[in-house]
Structures are given as structure tokens and as C-alpha cells.
T-cell receptor, first 114, second 116 residues
Framework: AQSVTQPDIHITVSEGASLELRCNYS??????LFWYVQSPGQGLQLLLK??????LVQGIKGFEAEFKRSQSSFNLRKPSVHWSDAAEYFC????????????FGTGTQLKVEL | DVKVTQSSRYLVKRTGEKVFLECVQD?????MFWYRQDPGLGLRLIYF???????EKGDIPEGYSVSREKKERFSLILESASTNQTSMYLC???????????????FGPGTRLTVL
């Protein structure tokens, strides 16, 4: 069965600093990969997704992610973090033929210091 | 904009009560999902549905059931609530378009359920 690992439970960055959130997946074939963000008291919002083509994916709010097959990774990046980016971030994977069922990682809580 | 609404933001129930969590989506999506979210565990899939009157178990279905009588509505039922079902419950929906698996799920705001 597929799985997703987000090794960092909490990350703190200063406003204006760059950000990288790690995500590793386990799946035999090429998966569909997603990053979602959850602001306090809110549901999840899709930041970006990858399912084929260019391995560098651009998303909303200035985020990007790079799919690296050799490392089974799909890390999320942002060159300059804003205080409003403080939230919890979830990586998720869907498999071919699995319908739209997602498997989520355990999340990374991002704190932004002013 | 796709909208997924959940009947309550906060709910407090007593052990042994029957609890209904309602979810409605307004985009004619075929697929609907119920997750629970717990700190350190992320989101775990309880049940999902690909069509009216159709349901499939997710990863943690024990203690829960679901109902989908209309396309836009997906209900999660706790037959006899227990304290270990205290959690945040999130509903989501997605279309069935194009390649299976690459369709975005749209989430509701969640219901924080406390079972005393």
C-alpha cells in the first residue's frame, strides 16, 4: 500500500526566509502527488498537484514543489515566507486506478517568526 | 466556487449517543469522503462514496457508518459515540474527470466533535 512521510512535525522560519517542507512517498509506480494547506480553524486548500509532465510544479500563494522520482520525494518550497503562511501543510498521494482516494502524511506545522 | 458545507463547526455529545454529521456539496461531484484528523496522525479516511447509495470502507471504518441518499449529501453516523471518537471530522468531495486519481478534493471547514 502507498504511504507518505513528512519527517518534520514542526518547522519555524523567520518572515522573509526561504522554506522547504519535505515529503517522501512509497509507491511502486508514478503516483499523483498533492500539497494541501490548512489554516487555523479551516478546512484544507489545495496548493499544487503533480501527475505528469514537468517535475517542477507551480502552485498558489507563491509555492512550488519538485517531484524527484529517484528520491521518491515531492518537497514544497517557497523563496520568501510571509507571516500569513503559518499553517499546517499536508502532503498526499493518490494511486493510478485508485479513484480519487488520497493517503495523507501526518502534516508539518509551520510557525513564522516576525 | 466549489462549496462543501458541514452542518456543525462544534458538537458535544455524550457517550452512547447516536451522532449524525452532515456534509453537503454544491458542485455535482460524484465522489465524497469522510476523514478524521488527529494531532500527529494527519487525516485518515473513514468512508468514501463514488455514487448515490454506494459506499466503501476507508482505513478506519470501525464504529462508523455512512449514508448517501442524494448526490449532494453524505452523512457520517456514529451509532454509539465513544470518547475515542473525539476528533476533528472533515468532509471532502471531488469530481470524476479525466485520469483517475488526479482530481482535487475540496474540503469543508470541519466539525470538531467532543464525546464526553
Amino acid at each position: 500500500a502507498q504511504s507518505v512521510t513528512q519527517p518534520d512535525i514542526h518547522i519555524t522560519v523567520s518572515e522573509g526566509a526561504s522554506l522547504e517542507l519535505r515529503c517522501n512517498y512509497s509507491y511502486g509506480a508514478t503516483p499523483y502527488l498533492f500539497w494541501y494547506v490548512q489554516s487555523p480553524g479551516q478546512g484544507l486548500q489545495l496548493l499544487l498537484k503533480y501527475f505528469s509532465g514537468d517535475t517542477l510544479v507551480q502552485g498558489i500563494k507563491g509555492f512550488e514543489a519538485e517531484f524527484k522520482r529517484s528520491q521518491s520525494s515531492f518537497n514544497l518550497r517557497k523563496p520568501s515566507v510571509h507571516w500569513s503562511d503559518a499553517a499546517e501543510y499536508f502532503c498526499a498521494v493518490a494511486i493510478t486506478g485508485g479513484g480519487n482516494k488520497l493517503t495523507f502524511g501526518t502534516g508539518t506545522q509551520l510557525k513564522v517568526e516576525l | 466556487d466549489v462549496k462543501v458545507t458541514q452542518s456543525s463547526r462544534y458538537l458535544v455529545k455524550r457517550t452512547g449517543e447516536k451522532v449524525f454529521l452532515e456534509c453537503v456539496q454544491d458542485m455535482d461531484h460524484e465522489n465524497m469522503f469522510w476523514y478524521r484528523q488527529d494531532p500527529g496522525l494527519g487525516l485518515r479516511l473513514i468512508y468514501f462514496s463514488y455514487d448515490v447509495k454506494m459506499k466503501e470502507k476507508g482505513d478506519i471504518p470501525e464504529g462508523y457508518s455512512v449514508s448517501r441518499e442524494k448526490k449532494e449529501r453524505f452523512s457520517l453516523i456514529l451509532e454509539s459515540a465513544s470518547t475515542n471518537q473525539t476528533s476533528m471530522y472533515l468532509c471532502a468531495s471531488s469530481p470524476s474527470l479525466g485520469l483517475a486519481g488526479d482530481n482535487e478534493q475540496f474540503f469543508g471547514p470541519g466539525t470538531r466533535l467532543t464525546v464526553l
